[in-house]
């Protein structure tokens, strides 16, 4: 069974950083691309990052390029989401995706506040 | 940057019915178009993918098609389990999804 399990999340400031991470199993983690997608509060789905199979080639959004930084460690089936210089506008639910062509995994999501 | 546009913002249906909507793409997309489900407080489910194609495990009752550059979602018979909010997305250029159609039972 495919499981994606996000953590990482909580409440920063503005302006500061923040680390995510996303845990998957039951599958070959190396063989995909990998994603994230955030949800602010009440509002439509955002894609935020997608990354290569072996991390050579990482894709941004104009919002998050520059500030955001999407990486993997295949060895440990883990991804992350490494977010500077963060604004209230990130507030949001931010998912770990597995792309396979489709975004056809998701996992529980892992809430992020920017507030002062 | 492509647009989606999606509609109706939201709809109210009765059981059995059958429930349209549609995702308007800004330009040529070719079948780079996915639908989602997302029910309250969890993560959005695949429907459908490259435009035509039923995800694993979903209900026959789902169909989408396109005519050029405008996408549909089909349920042909409404059930109560179908409630939610569904979102198309574009995988032509980068990733957009629609702003979100919420589906409930009249």
């Known amino acids: 069974e495919v499981q994606l399990v996000e953590s990482g999340g909580g409440l920063v400031q503005p302006g500061r950083s923040l680390k995510l991470s996303c845990a998957a199993s039951?599958?070959?983690?190396?063989?995909?691309?990998m994603a994230w997608v955030r949800q602010a509060p009440k509002k439509g789905l955002e894609w935020v990052a997608t990354?290569?199979?072996?991390?050579?080639?990482?894709y941004y959004p104009d919002s998050v390029k520059g500030r955001f930084t999407i990486s993997r460690d295949n060895a440990k089936s883990s991804l992350y989401l490494q977010m500077n210089s963060l604004k209230s506008e990130d507030t949001a639910t931010y998912y770990c995706a597995r792309d396979n062509n489709y975004f056809d995994y998701w996992g529980q999501g892992v809430m992020v506040t920017v507030s002062s | 940057d492509i647009q989606m546009t999606q509609s109706p913002a939201s709809l109210s249906a009765s059981l059995e019915e059958i429930v349209t909507i549609t995702c308007q793409a800004s330009?040529?997309?070719?079948?780079?178009l996915a639908w989602y489900q997302q029910k309250p407080g969890k993560s959005p489910q695949l429907l459908i993918h490259?435009?035509?194609s039923l995800a694993d495990g979903i209900p026959s009752r789902f169909s989408g098609s396109r005519s050029g550059t405008q996408y549909s979602l089909k349920i042909s018979r409404l059930q109560v389990e179908d409630t939610g909010i569904y979102y198309c997305l574009q995988r032509y250029s980068k990733n957009t999804f629609g702003a979100g159609t919420k589906l409930e039972l009249k």
């Open positions: 039951g599958f070959t983690f190396s063989n995909y691309y």
């Open positions: 490259s435009a035509t």
């Open positions: 330009q040529d997309i070719g079948n780079w």
């Open positions: 990354i290569s199979t072996s991390g050579s080639r990482t």
